[in-house]
């Protein structure tokens, strides 16, 4: 289980919750980029848990880089990095190995 991410520079906490609220409203993550903390909803499948990481981590370089994304580039963006990583292996390791 993932503790920590660094992005951008700055380390980012992940907790585990049985429960993660955004706007009053229930979710499966939450990006806190003043705190540096990232929330996950416990139980989650863990494929789908990494695109929620993924996308909570998208959410936390457009507020570093003050890139103002939407929600919908944010989505988007989440789900095409998760199976471009995911279908792409070899770069993947490749990137690993260089850095």
């Known amino acids: 289980m993932i503790k920590t991410l660094t992005i951008c520079g700055f380390k980012f906490h992940i907790t585990h919750k049985p429960l993660v609220v ?13 705190n540096n ?4 909803k416990k139980g989650i499948v863990p494929s789908r848990e990494n695109e929620v990481i993924l996308h909570e ?8 880089m003050n890139l103002d994304l939407s929600e919908n580039q944010v989505n988007t963006l989440g789900v095409c990095l998760t199976k471009y990583i995911a279908e792409n292996k070899s770069f993947t390791r490749k990137i690993l190995k260089e850095n």
């Open 57 to 64: 981590s998208i959410h936390a370089i457009s507020d570093i």
């Open 22 to 34: 955004e706007g009053g409203d229930s979710c499966l993550g939450c990006c806190k980029s003043d």
């Open 37 to 40: 903390s990232i929330e996950i």
